[in-house]
């Protein structure tokens, strides 16, 4: 099949919809499994945030949910396509062209500066490389890392590269964004200048946006939270449980 790559809302107005989603790992001649049976819908026009202890199944979930990882058993539609329906090919531009994803390890290039770094998206998708870079950089400015536009990523802190790395994730404004710990190397001031920033790009009635976090100083932000516990969702709530 051929991806559309601005595929319309579902009927139930969900970004993602999961359905018996299970991920399987071998560890020696063991099989562990990591997620059991996921049923979730992540809705379109709000900031979700998923929380839990390490090891729990977070960053997996994410994976599968943005067609990095393939489940082992179940169903991933994200804005009504069945994304482990299409080829590699369709997959990976079907990702292109609706997905950001803000990685913990930042994945930045360390042989070209940040603002091409944070350009990467758009040229991919065949924007002339100097308007990528004048939208990368009017990009790093609303994260207010205008000044580093030309530093490598060894020039730069890791608070800078983790809003490089975010800068990459927005600038093509993704239909949805999916972010593992964003705000993990910033101060309380970056961060929910972040998270600011992730509410008003990626939140809208077309856009959703998914957020792996443990930092508890933007946990007020959040529209919706969810908890994972041994691979398997235990709170689904618009605050967190009073036993976390």
């Known amino acids: 099949m051929t991806a559309d790559p601005h595929p319309a809302p579902s009927q139930n107005d969900a970004a993602i919809a999961t359905r018996g989603v299970t991920r ?13 049976g996921i049923d979730l819908d992540i809705r379109a026009g709000e900031l979700t945030y998923l929380v839990g202890e390490s090891g729990s199944g977070k960053t997996t979930l994410i994976s599968i949910m943005c067609g990095i990882l393939w489940p082992t058993e179940g169903k991933v539609e994200v804005f009504g396509t069945d994304i482990y329906a299409l080829s590699d090919t369709e997959l990976v531009e079907f990702r292109l062209q609706n997905i950001g994803f803000i990685f913990q390890q930042y ?13 990467v998206p758009l040229i991919a998708q065949g924007m002339p490389r100097l308007e990528a870079r004048e939208r990368a950089i009017a990009m790093m400015e609303k994260l207010n890392i205008g000044d580093q536009i030309d530093k490598l990523p060894s020039q730069l802190s890791g608070g800078q590269q983790q809003r490089v790395a975010i800068a990459r994730a927005l600038v093509h404004e993704p239909r949805l964004v999916v972010c593992d710990e964003p705000t993990a190397a910033l101060d309380a001031g970056s961060g929910r200048r972040v998270m600011d920033l992730l509410r008003q790009v990626a939140v809208a009635e077309d856009r959703a946006c998914i957020i792996v976090t443990h930092d508890n100083r933007v946990f007020d932000l959040a529209d919706r939270i969810l908890v994972l516990e041994d691979g398997e969702i235990t709170h689904d709530g618009t605050e967190m449980p009073e036993d976390h």
């Open 24 to 36: 399987d790992f071998k560890a020696g001649q063991r099989n562990i499994t990591v997620l059991h």
């Open 107 to 119: 994945n930045l290039i360390p042989s070209i500066d940040a603002a091409s770094n944070a350009a």
